[in-house]
């Protein structure tokens, strides 16, 4: 790293010790809280959020993400969705698509780092859902503790878009999480969550995994190829019933998710189900 900082330099994302992705970028923002946050701007990528060294989203393919953790979940209820409870995403892309869907009546959301927020409403407001909905209660808080203070059986969709469990977002892949989640999750209700990439990160499902098989009588992983990320990301999905989990039943049209392309988010490759048979 070296140059000027706000006129250029190469910032490399350490995936290994010896391996990354590099970006020839500006830095927009930065600062240290309970995460270290930073804006840089890429001529490829447009403007992109770092979390504590992670790349989070980046303009140009943020939809595919925002797009495949809200509606895929939102097609398999079995019913048009009116309550949602978001735990992390203080990006506000998931609370956009959210209220793209006309039958939700309730979101609440609970993130923690009000950095995190602050920036993202600052410098990616084009990207972002809208806070003063009043359909959104938006409250600065630790996801876990948020969960514990819903009533049973509240949300029709949890959505859970967090870092990976480390720092901050450790207590939101733990066996006691999973179960509140369950708790407040609608009997014909879906739960959804990130799960890191497999073949660099395996083991945030071999670890995570077990919980949700507790708390969740039915569960799936799907994947998505987000560009950015250089890799396909891993998500749990989760339900009190079982689903026709290849089968959308509310149909959703976005930039990236179809009902049409639905059911290939189910299709594992051999290295992913050689990660599964390895889950207690």
Not at 62 to 91: N, Q
Not at 155 to 160: C, N, R, S, T
Request: with cysteine.
């Amino acid at each position: 790293m070296g140059g000027d900082l706000t006129q250029g330099f190469w910032w490399k994302e350490n995936i290994f010790p010896d391996f990354g992705h590099c970006y020839q970028v500006e830095l927009v923002f930065e600062k240290r809280g309970k995460q270290r946050v930073q804006v840089f701007k890429n001529a490829s990528w447009g403007y992109f959020l770092v979390l504590d060294g992670i790349v989070q989203f980046t303009e140009k393919d943020e939809y595919i993400y925002h797009e495949t953790i809200t509606y895929f979940p939102a097609s398999l209820l079995p019913y048009p969705p009116e309550s949602v409870l978001i735990i992390g995403g203080g990006d506000g892309g998931v609370l956009r698509e959210v209220q793209k869907i006309s039958s939700v009546k309730q979101i609440r959301q609970y993130e923690l780092d009000s950095t995190v927020f602050e920036v993202c409403q600052k410098y990616f407001f084009n990207l972002s859902g809208d806070y003063s909905d009043p359909r959104v209660s938006f409250y600065l808080k630790d996801g876990l503790t948020g969960l514990k203070e819903c009533k049973e059986e509240e949300f029709d969709l949890i959505i859970v878009d967090s870092t990976d469990p480390v720092g901050p977002a450790r207590s939101l892949y733990t066996p006691e999480f999973y179960k509140e989640a369950e708790r407040v999750l609608k009997k014909h209700g879906v739960f959804i969550q990130q799960a890191s990439l497999p073949v660099y990160f395996p083991n945030v499902i071999k670890d995570a995994l077990p919980g949700v098989k507790k708390a969740f009588p039915y569960y799936r992983i799907i994947r998505a190829f987000v560009p950015c990320y250089g890799e396909e990301i891993a998500f749990f999905v989760a339900a009190k019933e079982e689903k026709d989990w290849a089968t959308p039943r509310q149909k959703f049209y976005g930039k990236y998710y179809c009902p049409e392309i639905h059911p290939s988010y189910l299709t594992l490759p051999p290295t992913w189900e050689k990660i599964l048979k390895q889950v207690p």
